[in-house]
Structures are given as structure tokens and as C-alpha cells.
């Protein structure tokens, strides 16, 4: 069975850090883009930041300059380093993933985790 499993989100104050992590498990040959989204309450779904398996990255322009997505293909895991934290950083955060080659043969398609909370306040 493939999965994501996310961790690292908790409580933080203003200007604070935090690292989040998210590990694909399962017979995973590869995987194709991996990415961090977020749901704040009352609010839709949106793309924080992704990355291809080249290392080729994207993010949202609020947490430009502020969050750095990374990957270790060997551990299929992919991070979000938050620095600089504000209170609208409040939210769900999700790891995604898509294209995700398995060994016995197949592709997997846009993959979700279970979220992690991330709470900014003093």
C-alpha cells in the first residue's frame, strides 16, 4: 500500500520556524512532482510550493522567499522548511504527490496525506 505520512507541524509564534516532512512509503520506484498545498479554515485548498524530481520548484508568492521546498529522492521524502512564520500561515498543511512509479509495475496518481497543523500565534 503507497502513502504519505506527514509530520512536523505544531504550535509556533510569530517569526518562528518549523520543518515539516513528508515520507512516501510503499514499493515506490519514483515519483514525479511532490508538493506541500494548505487549508486554512473557511478557505479553499491552495499550492504552497512544489518540486519536480529534477529539483525544478514552485511556490505560492505569499511564502516566496520565506519557505524552502526540498526532496531526498533516495527516502522518497520531500520537505518544507517555514521560516519568518505569520499568523496566516495558520493552516492544514497536505503533501502531495503525483506520478508515482511503483516497483511491481504502475503509476499512481495525485496522492494525498493525511495533513499536519500548523498553528502561528503568540
Known amino acids: 500500500q503507497v502513502q504519505l505520512v506527514e509530520s512536523g507541524g505544531g504550535l509556533v509564534q510569530p517569526g518562528g520556524s518549523l520543518r515539516l516532512s513528508c515520507e512516501a512509503s510503499?514499493?515506490?520506484?519514483?515519483?514525479?512532482?511532490m508538493g506541500w498545498y494548505r487549508q486554512a479554515p473557511g478557505k479553499q485548498r491552495e499550492l504552497v510550493a512544489s518540486?519536480?524530481?529534477?529539483?525544478?520548484?514552485n511556490y505560492a508568492s505569499p511564502v516566496r522567499g520565506r519557505f524552502t521546498i526540498s526532496r531526498d529522492n533516495a527516502k522518497n521524502t520531500v520537505y518544507l522548511q517555514m521560516n519568518s512564520l505569520k499568523p496566516e500561515d495558520t493552516a492544514v498543511y497536505y503533501c502531495?504527490?503525483?506520478?508515482?512509479?511503483?516497483?511491481?509495475?504502475?503509476?499512481?496518481?495525485?496522492?494525498w496525506g493525511q495533513g499536519t497543523q500548523v498553528t502561528v500565534s503568540s
Open positions: 510503499g514499493s515506490i520506484f519514483s515519483i514525479n512532482a
Open positions: 518540486i519536480t524530481s529534477g529539483g525544478s520548484t
Open positions: 502531495n504527490a503525483d506520478g508515482l512509479r511503483l516497483r511491481g509495475g504502475g503509476i499512481r496518481y495525485n496522492l
